[in-house]
């Protein structure tokens, strides 16, 4: 890669400004223009501090500036990496593994908790199901690329799968291997603040802005299969619909 310190602005000990904080805007401006992508690599603090002749504490701090603002993310052994920001086109009905995968990303799972039972009352009126209908219960950590991007909570209607063990990666792939894909849905995106349940699990702070979207999927037939609810982090996914008059 091209020395990162040549394409950055130049820092100004003369100025009023502390140095970490002008490095810190001049990595954001390049993250801002692209001059560094999503998933890229920073050199390491020792060679940041050699090629722009600052101490590596003024890079530390220029550093975590911008992991607290979502920029970068840090992984351990690996080095600080440029955090993925993801355009999730709200107009299209489409998985998180297939987006994620569309865009070049690998994308995986780690299972929180996977369990069958009745439907609860919430879920019966949302689904339009009967008391006492059975149904299964996903829920997953999303990631792309070993970074967390989402908290999945599906409920499925459990007469359109052949078995709760029949979600792997990917629950719209076991429901269209089963002929029971939604082929259209009812999303919902709201607001919220990250409690701090999901704050860890998507490594940022409690009290982070976040990102709700329900999905209520149906069938050709009109009938509903799918309740899920995905809280994001609000500064990894920007939700971009087309309109048209």
Same mark, same amino acid.
């Given at each position: 890669?091209?020395?990162?310190?040549?394409?950055l602005?130049?820092l100004d000990?003369a100025?009023?400004?502390p140095?970490?904080?002008q490095?810190?805007? &001049?990595?954001?401006?390049?993250?801002?223009k692209?001059?560094?992508?999503?998933d890229?690599?920073?050199?390491s603090?020792?060679?940041?501090?050699?090629?722009?002749?600052?101490?590596?504490?003024?890079?530390?701090?220029?550093?975590?500036g911008?992991?607290?603002?979502?920029?970068?993310?840090?992984?351990?052994?690996s080095?600080?990496f440029?955090?993925?920001?993801i355009d999730?086109?709200?107009a299209?009905?489409?998985?998180?593994?297939?987006?994620?995968?569309?865009?070049?990303?690998?994308?995986r799972?780690?299972?929180l908790?996977?369990?069958?039972?009745?439907?609860?009352?919430?879920?019966a009126?949302?689904?339009?199901?009967?008391?006492?209908?059975?149904?299964?219960?996903?829920h997953?950590?999303?990631?792309?690329?070993? &970074?967390?991007?989402a908290l999945? !909570?599906?409920?499925?209607?459990?007469s359109?799968?052949?078995?709760?063990?029949?979600?792997?990666?990917?629950? !719209?792939?076991?429901?269209?291997? &089963?002929?029971?894909?939604?082929?259209?849905?009812?999303?919902?995106?709201?607001?919220?603040?990250?409690?701090?349940?999901?704050a860890?699990?998507?490594q940022?702070e409690?009290?982070?802005?976040?990102?709700?979207?329900e999905?209520?999927g149906?069938?050709r037939?009109?009938?509903?299969?799918?309740?899920?609810?995905? !809280?994001?982090?609000?500064?990894?996914?920007?939700?971009?619909?087309e309109l048209?008059?």
């Amino acid at each position: 890669m091209k020395s990162l310190a040549k394409t950055l602005r130049a820092l100004d000990p003369a100025s009023s400004q502390p140095l970490y904080q002008q490095l810190q805007r &001049a990595l954001r401006e390049a993250i801002e223009k692209q001059l560094l992508g999503p998933d890229d690599a920073l050199p390491s603090e020792r060679q940041l501090a050699i090629d722009l002749g600052v101490s590596r504490i003024t890079v530390r701090k220029a550093i975590d500036g911008l992991a607290a603002e979502g920029l970068l993310v840090s992984r351990q052994g690996s080095g600080n990496f440029v955090r993925p920001h993801i355009d999730k086109n709200f107009a299209k009905l489409t998985s998180f593994h297939e987006d994620m995968q569309s865009r070049g990303q690998v994308p995986r799972s780690e299972w929180l908790k996977r369990t069958e039972g009745t439907v609860s009352p919430d879920e019966a009126l949302k689904l339009a199901l009967s008391p006492g209908t059975l149904v299964y219960r996903f829920h997953r950590l999303r990631y792309a690329d070993d &970074a967390p991007m989402a908290l999945e !909570y599906a409920t499925v209607v459990a007469s359109c799968l052949p078995s709760i063990d029949a979600v792997q990666e990917s629950l !719209y792939e076991a429901l269209q291997k &089963a002929g029971n894909r939604p082929v259209r849905a009812l999303q919902r995106l709201r607001a919220l603040l990250l409690d701090d349940e999901q704050a860890r699990l998507l490594q940022a702070e409690p009290g982070d802005a976040g990102l709700l979207v329900e999905r209520l999927g149906f069938l050709r037939d009109g009938r509903a299969v799918e309740l899920s609810h995905s !809280y994001y982090r609000g500064d990894t996914y920007d939700f971009v619909a087309e309109l048209s008059a």
